[in-house]
C-alpha cells in the first residue's frame, strides 16, 4: 500500500478545470506540510504548490499563482490541488509529496520524504 496516492488527472482543454486529490494511507504518521510537484518527460520534477500542516500558509510558484489553489482535510487525511485557467505547459505528472518533519511549506523536492505515484494531466490547446 503507498503512502500517498493521487487522483483526478485526466484530459482537459486549455482554459479548463482539474482538481487533484492526494489521499494519505492511514497507517502513515501523519503528514506535516504537504505539496504538488510536477515534471514532464526530460525535465527535472518542479514545485508547483505546497501548503502548511494547519492549512493556512499556501506557496505557489510563479507559473501557477492565481490559477491553483491547494487545501488540506487533515481528519479525512486528503490534499486537494484545484487547477484553473489550465494552459498547455500545465501538462505533465503530477506528484503529491509529505513530509513528517517540518510544518510549513517547501518549494524543495528534497524536504520530501514521501511521494506518490503520480497522476497524468494533459492540456489540450
Known amino acids: 500500500q503507498e503512502d500517498l496516492v493521487e487522483s483526478g488527472g485526466g484530459l482537459v482543454q486549455a482554459g479548463g478545470s482539474l482538481r487533484l486529490s492526494c489521499a494519505v494511507s492511514?497507517?502513515?504518521?501523519?503528514?506535516?506540510?504537504m505539496g504538488w510537484f510536477r515534471q514532464v518527460p526530460g525535465k527535472e520534477r518542479e514545485f508547483a504548490a505546497a501548503?502548511?500542516?494547519?492549512?493556512?500558509?499556501?506557496h505557489y510558484a510563479d507559473s501557477v499563482k492565481g490559477r491553483f489553489t491547494i487545501s488540506r482535510d487533515n481528519a479525512k487525511r486528503m490534499v486537494f490541488l484545484q487547477m484553473d485557467s489550465l494552459k498547455p505547459e500545465d501538462t505533465g505528472v503530477y506528484y503529491c509529496?509529505?513530509?513528517?518533519?517540518?510544518?510549513?511549506?517547501?518549494?524543495?523536492?528534497?524536504?520530501?520524504?514521501?511521494w506518490g505515484q503520480g497522476t497524468q494531466v494533459t492540456v489540450s490547446s
Open positions: 501548503i502548511s500542516y494547519t492549512g493556512d500558509i499556501p
Open positions: 492511514p497507517r502513515t504518521f501523519i503528514m506535516h506540510a
Open positions: 509529496a509529505g513530509t513528517g518533519r517540518r510544518v510549513l511549506p517547501s518549494p524543495h523536492l528534497k524536504d520530501y520524504e514521501y
